[in-house]
């Protein structure tokens, strides 16, 4: 599976492309340090499943799964994966998104589960 990781904290993104790599979740990892950037990765490349941190400078998680979902063909499941989800949890209801998957920071098993969950789907359609 194909993972785009985006987050501001090059700390964090570093240890949770590592955990996804280390667990067998992804076989291969890209990382982005800004919503920007994940854009301009998203229309070069196609990914399986994108986890994104929620509050970063420029565009929040919303925004850049608002941005992703306009420039791609096919939305890849998205992860909002944050130390605040609540008001994530609240915008993404407000404007009907279908997010895969809103988890609390660091609740790592529940990140595992939801990255199963996709490659389980991604095993029945292909």
């Not at 667990?23 to 990892?29: E, G, K």
């Not at 944050?82 to 009907?96: D, H, L, R, T």
């Not at 996709?118 to 359609?125: E, G, L």
């Amino acid at each position: 599976m194909r993972l785009l990781l985006i987050d501001d904290n090059s700390e964090i993104l570093s240890a949770l492309k590592d955990y996804c790599l280390a667990m067998n979740l992804a076989s291969f990892v890209t990382t982005a340090n800004s919503g920007r950037e994940a854009l301009s990765l998203c229309s070069s490349q196609d990914f399986d499943g994108i986890i994104c941190d929620f509050e970063m400078p420029e565009f929040d998680g919303i925004t850049v799964f608002m941005l992703i979902r306009e420039l791609v063909l096919n939305m890849p499941p998205f992860i909002i994966f944050s130390g605040n989800v609540e008001i994530a949890k609240y915008m993404a209801q407000e404007k009907n998104l279908d997010i895969h998957a809103l988890i609390n920071k660091p609740h790592f098993e529940q990140l595992t589960d939801a990255l199963n969950d996709i490659k389980s789907q991604k095993r029945m359609k292909d």
